[in-house]
């Protein structure tokens, strides 16, 4: 279990507050707003309204007790940089911040930033990657590289086991998973067989996967 400091309760920080809360971690959200901070609550282990521009007021939080502190300021830029600034110079261990454009990754890196998301442009390429194939259920890019791809079984893999379709060899595809009525079977043997109508979690170079299913 950790334990996340959470600045800023928008569409986007109350998304994270509430898979923080389902993956059983504590969460301290803090927002200006107090109807934000009241929409929260039931995901929250604790609540604060005010002003994380203000030293002082961040500075009793206890910055240093939380293993992750998350910016998730998406309205004014400025309360951004300045919050995540704040949270490494009171000794934050950890800072994630939250990019609305390419522009500001640079700035809050700067500013002290250890990671920064930037959920808009990751979501455009979750969407373009998926709605250019009909297999293509769920995508997570790993690095500029590789990426792991949930897809619908393709009607030549199935009926085929993992050691007949030998996708490593010829494709450079790696078969993670299978998921049969909901439930992922992460246990994939070589004698494995490829079911239509499950999905399947495959590991691989991007291209790799793409030029093979034709996106």
């Given at each position: 279990?950790?334990t ?5 309760l928008?569409r ?5 507050a509430?898979?923080?809360n ?6 301290m ?8 901070v ?7 282990t ?22 992750a502190?998350i910016?998730a300021?998406?309205?004014n830029f ?5 919050t ?6 009171l ?7 939250r ?12 500013c002290?930033a ?9 979501l455009?390429a979750?969407?373009?990657i998926r709605c ?6 769920d ?9 792991i791809?949930e ?14 379709l ?19 079977d992460?246990?994939?043997l ?11 979690l ?14």
């Open positions: 279990m950790k996340v400091l959470l600045i800023g928008g986007f920080g109350r998304h994270i509430q898979k923080l389902d993956l059983g971690h504590q969460v959200v803090v927002d200006s707003d107090e109807e934000r009241n929409a929260v609550l039931p995901y929250a604790n609540a604060r309204i005010g002003d994380s521009t203000n030293r002082e007021f961040l500075s009793d939080l206890g910055v240093r007790s939380f293993d502190c910016v300021i998406g309205d400025q309360n951004s940089l300045e995540t600034d704040l949270l490494k110079e000794g934050a261990k950890k800072v994630i911040a990019a609305s454009r390419g522009v500001q990754e640079k700035f809050l890196l700067r002290g250890d990671e920064v998301v930037y959920p808009e442009r990751q455009a979750w969407t373009a250019t194939s009909e297999y293509i259920l995508y997570i890019e790993l690095d500029k590289e590789y990426s791809f897809l619908s079984t393709p009607a030549e893999w199935a009926g085929k086991t993992v050691l007949q030998d996708l490593r060899k010829k494709y450079g595809i790696n078969v993670l998973g299978i998921r049969r009525d909901g439930v992922l992460m246990c994939v070589p004698e494995t067989v490829l079911e239509p109508g499950a999905s399947v495959v590991l691989g170079r991007a291209r790799s996967v793409q030029k093979y299913l034709h996106i």
